[in-house]
Each structure stands twice: as C-alpha cells, then as structure tokens.
C-alpha cells in the first residue's frame, strides 16, 4: 500500500501561482511514477503531470505544458505541483497518484490516489 496526502489547494485570481504538495509513505514506491491528475465539476478526471520517483523523468498534459511543474524531494518524500499563470479552466480538484508504469496518463493505470485537494481559480 502507498498513502498519499495532497495540501495547498485554495482559491485564487486568474494570473496567480500556487503550489501543491503530495507526502508519500507506505510500502516502496521508488519504481513508481507519481502523477497529478485532476477532475473539474461534471468532466472526467484528466492527467496532468507525472513524474519517475528514480530518474525525476516528467511528462505534461499540452494544457499545462509551460506553465506547470513537477518535481519531487527524496528526502521529505514529497512530490510538488508549481502552478503559475492560473486559468479559471484549472478550477477542479486536483489529485496524487501512484502507478508502477512508466509515466502513465490514464487515470486507470494510477492504482493509489489521495483524497484531493480543491484549486478554484477566479476570472
């Protein structure tokens, strides 16, 4: 078993940055890709970054190619989200998940999720 743990979801203005945390623990997950993904109100859930626990190889969604990125600290066992020039479209719930694959997108290859953390970007 993996837990995740998101935090740092909130609301914010159009143009802003915010920045998402995921703590991992449980059993290892050094071969696995940790993922964000994302889920707006009445849409599926979508992919939108992932990254290679060894190696810190990443992959992004055309949406938030440049603007986002994905990172993760060994030490703290954390992953990050840095979210700059917000778009009132990145309004959803965003989530933390592990695959044993390799830089997976679809949301049926992430077999562990946390429990969600609620960005809202403003016009």
């Known amino acids: 078993q993996v837990q995740l743990v998101e935090s740092g979801g909130g609301l914010v203005q159009a143009g802003d940055s915010l920045r998402l945390s995921c703590v991992a623990s449980g059993r290892s997950f050094s071969s696995s890709t940790l993922g964000w993904l994302r889920q707006a109100p009445g849409k599926e859930r979508e992919f939108v970054a992932a990254i290679r626990w060894f190696g810190g190889n990443t992959f992004y969604a055309d949406s938030v190619k440049g603007r986002f990125t994905i990172s993760r600290d060994y030490a703290n066992n954390t992953m990050y989200l840095q979210m700059d020039s917000l778009k009132p479209e990145d309004t959803a719930v965003y989530y933390c998940?592990?695959?044993?694959?390799?830089?997976?997108?679809?949301?049926?290859?992430?077999?562990?999720w946390g429990q969600g953390t609620q960005v809202t970007v403003s016009s």
């Open positions: 998940a592990a695959s044993g694959r390799a830089l997976v997108q679809s949301p049926a290859d992430y077999a562990y």
